[in-house]
């Protein structure tokens, strides 16, 4: 940029020099068109007074064209041309006062003598002009190269400023650049540390746990070598069983005979006496009966209540509340948490008032809780956290209009699973109401199994059953697909969610067969038609399959402990223990009790009541296992 400047002050220096030569040839050539050609006199008085006069405005010209000239090489071309129709002007008024004087003397000089002053005159007065103008436009020239050379050397001395200005800026960018990645660099290896510490804990965890398991492993293997040696020992001492048995034997047929002639009763006495005897015992079996059959009434009504209680909650959110009520949030940073929660917790009571779900800050690093049991809600309110955490601006106004849209893209989102789920399924002409219904589904889950894909998965098993079957399918596939819409409704509907999908679909007219089949999915009404059995079994086969629902760890430790109590109630049981989470169940019974034939009834017992009572996937092994010891004391 300075190099150009510089070439464009050259160029203007060089056009106004020319313009000032072709000015001085424009003046010349004017002074020769306007002489007059009157016939010179001979030289007297006069002809010295108009020399006279001709020399001093010689004179002035002269002085005028130098000022003209040292103006016009300082000066643009406008000021140039100007100063050059002055010097014309004064050029024309010198040749009017030579033409006075030329007609004063006229009378007294002669044609030659007139022409020959003229000529002189004006050869004298060309020659000086055009010295002067010489003179003159080198002065300019010069004066013109050194300002260029003013202009080249300022304008070096400008481009030698940008270049110290461009290093300097280089010099800071390299400076910031490196400082950037200075700190980079220390945020990666202090999350590499902190990844490196996580690691190394979960390390020490793994290898606490694996420690843990083979010292029970060793234990379980030493358990085993104890039960197999007390087998064999419990092997050997069947056959001194059976010895002593034959010996107690002949040995109670003499105490009898013995027993009949001390008490003197007879055989027939004797049994009146016993089935007395037995009759009382069998009396105090039959109220414990009757008790333990009270008991298994009392448990079952509260299983049935339990079930009414989870559908209830079903409604609301899930059947799993500790599971499923709350949502994880991470945050970008620890400050986050602070502009969350406001001036005076202004912006959390803001926030849960607008969405609905208690937000939960505590201890954990980077990471908010948000609690509801309305999934949709809780959906909501994670969107518009989401949404305020992205821009950074948290207050009371920002966090309605975050909750206005949230709102309206779960409400798309739902339409949308809604109707994906209907054409995946092939049902059409459903009324909007119901879709939007089906679309809240989207969002709820039963013991872990979303809804919707839960109505999808037995409208598809329904629909095959009814092709095998032989029995038109639209009407059990649309039961099928409907009869869990009950639970898209919120705890302000009263009743269970069968009858009211029932209602539901009654109102916005659905098939009467499709209305019974939802109504009657849980019996709450006798199932009477084939779409209703078709689609109770299809709801059984997808909530039942193995890996369908998953079981909270309290229902698991609960049934462990039931099949602990059901082996642990029989007589003559020592210990019992649950192994293989619940795969298999070792009973000791006390020797002493239980004889080898009554350890295979006792099996079969415990078996068939956790069948009866429990449900579990799989199989359960019941294994008794009976020891004798002999003890004797060597004195």
């Known amino acids: ?262 008490a003197g009763l007879t055989a027939e006495a004797a049994k009146s006496e016993l089935i007395a005897q037995q009759e009382a015992q069998i009396r105090r079996e039959s109220a414990i009966l009757a008790r ?114 949230s709102k309206i893209e779960v409400d798309a989102l739902c339409q949308r699973a809604a109707e994906d789920a209907l054409l995946e399924v092939g049902i059409d002409h459903v009324h909007p109401e119901i879709v939007s219904l089906l679309g809240r589904l989207r969002y709820r889950t039963s013991y872990g199994q979303n809804v919707l894909l839960h109505l999808v998965e037995t409208a598809h098993i329904a629909a095959a059953m009814a092709a095998e079957l032989g029995v038109p399918t639209e009407l059990v596939k649309r039961g099928a697909f409907l009869h869990d819409i009950g639970k898209a409704l919120t705890h302000e509907v009263e009743g269970s969610h069968a009858i009211i999908g029932a209602e539901l679909a009654r109102k916005y007219g659905e098939a009467p067969e499709v209305v019974h089949a939802i109504e009657a999915h849980h019996n709450e009404v006798q199932p009477e038609t084939i779409e209703a059995v078709l689609t109770q079994a299809s709801d059984s086969c997808s909530g039942g399959r193995p890996g369908a629902r998953r079981e909270s760890v309290e229902a698991y430790v609960k049934r462990l402990e039931r099949i602990e109590q059901i082996a642990a109630q029989k007589p003559g049981v020592e210990k019992v223990f649950a192994m293989q989470a619940g795969r298999e169940v070792r009973v000791m019974v006390k020797p002493e009790i239980v004889d080898d034939v009554a350890s295979h009834t006792l099996a079969r017992e415990v078996a068939a009541q956790i069948e009866d009572e429990l449900t579990y996937p799989g199989q359960i092994r019941v294994t008794v296992v009976r020891e004798s010891r002999a003890t004797e004391v060597a004195h």
């Open 292 to 405: 333990d059959i009270e008991t298994e009434a009392r448990k079952g009504a509260d299983d049935r209540a339990k079930i009414i209680v989870a559908d209830a909650i079903a409604r609301v959110a899930s059947e799993q509340t500790a599971e499923s009520v709350v949502a994880v949030m991470h945050l970008p940073s620890e400050d986050m948490k602070g502009r969350i929660i406001g001036r005076e917790g202004r912006n959390i009571r803001s926030f849960e008032t607008t969405t609905g779900v208690n937000l939960i800050i505590d201890d954990t690093p980077e990471a908010v809780l948000l609690s509801c049991f309305d999934p949709v809600r809780r959906e909501i309110g994670r969107l518009t956290l989401s949404k305020l955490v992205m821009d950074g601006r948290i207050h009371p106004h920002r966090i309605e209009e975050a909750y206005e849209r």
């Open 1 to 262: 940029m300075p190099l150009l400047l510089g070439i464009v002050l050259i160029l203007a220096v060089v056009i106004l020099i020319v313009a000032v030569v072709l000015t001085g040839h424009r003046i010349l050539r004017s002074i020769d068109r306007r002489a007059d050609p009157q016939p010179a006199v001979a030289p007297s008085a006069a002809t010295s007074a108009a020399t006279g006069t001709d020399a001093a405005a010689r004179e002035e010209i002269l002085s005028e064209g130098r000022a003209t000239g040292l103006e016009e090489g300082h000066a643009a071309g406008y000021e140039q041309g100007r100063r050059a129709g002055r010097n014309e002007a004064k050029a024309a008024a010198l040749v009017e006062a030579r033409r006075t004087a030329r007609r004063q003397v006229t009378d007294e000089f002669d044609t030659h003598t007139r022409d020959r002053i003229r000529a002189e005159l004006e050869d004298e007065v060309r020659d000086q002009v055009r010295d002067e103008l010489e003179q003159e436009l080198t002065a300019i020239r010069n004066a013109a190269l050194r300002e260029a050379q003013q202009t080249r050397a300022a304008a070096q001395r400008i481009r030698n400023e940008i270049n110290a200005e461009t290093d300097s800026a280089r010099r800071q960018a390299e400076l910031d650049i490196s400082e950037m990645l200075l700190s980079s660099r220390k945020d990666t290896e202090r999350e590499a540390e902190r990844i490196l510490e996580r690691s190394r804990n979960v390390l020490v965890d793994a290898e606490r746990r694996e420690s843990r398991l083979a010292e029970r492993e060793e234990r379980l293997d030493t358990e085993a070598r104890r039960v197999e040696s007390r087998e064999l020992e419990l092997a050997a001492g069947d056959e001194r069983l059976r010895a002593q048995e034959s010996e107690l034997a002949d040995r109670e047929s003499g105490l009898s005979s013995e027993l009949e002639r001390i």
